[in-house]
């Protein structure tokens, strides 16, 4: 069971880093600099997106020490 929980925590790393890359490469923002899409939604995206990694990895590092 432990292996599954880091398992499912490594994938949820791995889509944090899609999530954060999303709005730059394939579901692409406008490209007018001064839209709201570009200045705040973009940005906040990879925000989350490193977010979402970096906890991830954390919790992955937890279970692996406890396994």
């Avoid at 292996?3 to 999303?22: D, P, R, W, Y």
Wanted: hydrophobic content about 55%.
């Amino acid at each position: 069971m432990k292996k599954i929980n880091i398992i499912l925590s490594a994938l949820t790393g791995l889509l944090g880093i899609l999530v954060g890359i999303a709005p730059y490469t394939f579901a692409k923002v406008c490209k007018m600099a001064s839209m709201h899409c570009h200045k705040v939604t973009a940005p906040t995206v990879l925000v989350f997106g490193i977010l979402i990694f970096v906890i991830s990895v954390i919790n992955t590092i937890v279970l692996w020490k406890k396994r």
